[in-house]
Structures are given as structure tokens and as C-alpha cells.
T-cell receptor
């Protein structure tokens, strides 16, 4: 069974641009959640999608958005990039909504975004 | 807010047991405690999780305090491949709090 696939693996953008990251979950998984990882702030929850609906959102500005398609694939978009958006962006998939958090998360290897 | 506190780093010798502590004094009654680890250049991987009782699997054991305000991840025999950052994770209302994790160094 294929794991969680994130594309691209590396990305370089300049300030003010926008970027779209992609995440393909494990087959059969309907929940996709996104995380930002930086050396200073560690791993922070961005948002979770289940059955094409955003269920939860972390403490990030509106420049960070996402969506989920009917095949459970998800995209994350960051508009008007800032230098501080440079980070490793991870997505994770699970069978059911995170809810009470009795679900295992399966993470991809992430997309390393550098904003110059 | 539900938060976790872990030591920044720990060191162990190969083939010896390792006890990784986590404090979560504001945990609510229905929150599961999860542990994940992250090897260099990889995404986190699931290790173990539990609610109230101690849990065992092929990777590790999880000991949960009776008052659930702390837990300990136990690696029974550390190997070099166990060198990673270990995260104790709680649900924080509708978000998930990872904390800063413990970097485990395993010496041969």
C-alpha cells in the first residue's frame, strides 16, 4: 500500500508570490491534516479536512488555506508569501476524522518551502 | 490550553532501556495521549497511543500516570535506529499540540 505522497519535495519562491502544495493520502483514508514545521516554532497544526470539509483550523492567518477533493487528495495554498513562511509543510492522513484523536496519523515526507 | 512538556534531549546507550517523560497537567478526560517520532529528513511516524491504561506494542510501551497528568514512553532496548525526536501529542480543543519534543541520542 502506497504511503502519503507530498509534492513537490522542495520549492523556492519569492516574497509576495503564492504557492500550492499537494498531498495524496493513503488509499481509503478520508482525513487529511496539514502541519507547519520550523526550527523556532516546532510542529504546528494548520487545518484538517474530512470528506471535502474543513473540520478544524489552527492559529494561522487567512493567507493559509486548503481544500480537499472527492478522491481525498488535498491541496494547501499560501498566498502573499512572507519570509517567515519558510518551513517544512507536512500532511498526514487517517481513516476517520481526528475527533477524539484515537486515530493514527500517517505522515508524508513533507514539502520544504523556502521563501527568498 | 492542553500543552505538553518534554525534556529537550536525552541520551541512552545502545541495548539499554530508555524512559522518555511527558507532562500534560491540563489534559482533559477524553483526550488520548499519542507519541510520534521523527527521524532526520522524514515525516513523523506513529509510535503508540493510549487513554488511561498502560499500552504495549512491538515498538514501545506507554505508561500513563493514574491522574493522567504525565506519561512515559519506554523503549525497552534502544538501537541506533531509535535516534530521533520523540513527540508527545495532545488534542488542544480543535487543534493538536505537538510540543518541542525530546531529541534522543543513542550511543553505540
Amino acid at each position: 500500500k502506497a504511503g502519503v505522497t507530498q509534492t513537490p519535495r522542495y520549492l523556492i519562491k519569492t516574497r509576495g508570490q503564492q504557492v500550492t502544495l499537494s498531498c495524496s493520502p493513503i488509499s481509503g483514508h478520508r482525513s487529511v491534516s496539514w502541519y507547519q514545521q520550523t526550527p523556532g516554532q516546532g510542529l504546528q497544526f494548520l487545518f484538517e479536512y474530512f470528506s471535502e470539509t474543513q473540520r478544524n483550523k489552527g492559529n494561522f492567518p487567512g493567507r493559509f488555506s486548503g481544500r480537499q477533493f472527492s478522491n481525498s487528495r488535498s491541496e494547501m495554498n499560501v498566498s502573499t508569501l512572507e519570509l517567515g513562511d519558510s518551513a517544512l509543510y507536512l500532511c498526514a492522513s487517517s481513516l476517520a476524522p481526528l475527533g477524539g484523536f484515537n486515530e493514527k496519523l500517517f505522515f508524508g515526507s513533507g514539502t520544504q518551502l523556502s521563501v527568498l | 490550553d492542553a500543552k505538553t512538556t518534554q525534556p529537550n534531549s536525552m541520551e541512552s546507550n545502545e541495548e539499554e532501556p530508555v524512559h522518555l517523560p511527558c507532562n500534560h497537567s491540563t489534559i482533559s478526560g477524553t483526550d488520548y495521549i499519542h507519541w510520534y517520532r521523527q527521524l532526520p529528513s522524514q515525516g513523523p511516524e506513529y509510535v503508540i497511543h493510549g487513554l488511561t491504561s498502560n499500552v504495549n506494542n512491538r515498538m514501545a510501551s506507554l505508561a500513563i500516570a493514574e491522574d493522567r497528568k504525565s506519561s512515559t514512553l519506554i523503549l525497552h532496548r534502544a538501537t541506533l535506529r531509535d535516534a530521533a525526536v520523540y513527540y508527545c501529542i495532545l488534542r488542544d480543543k480543535d487543534k493538536f499540540y505537538f510540543g518541542s519534543g525530546t531529541k534522543l541520542n543513542v550511543k553505540p
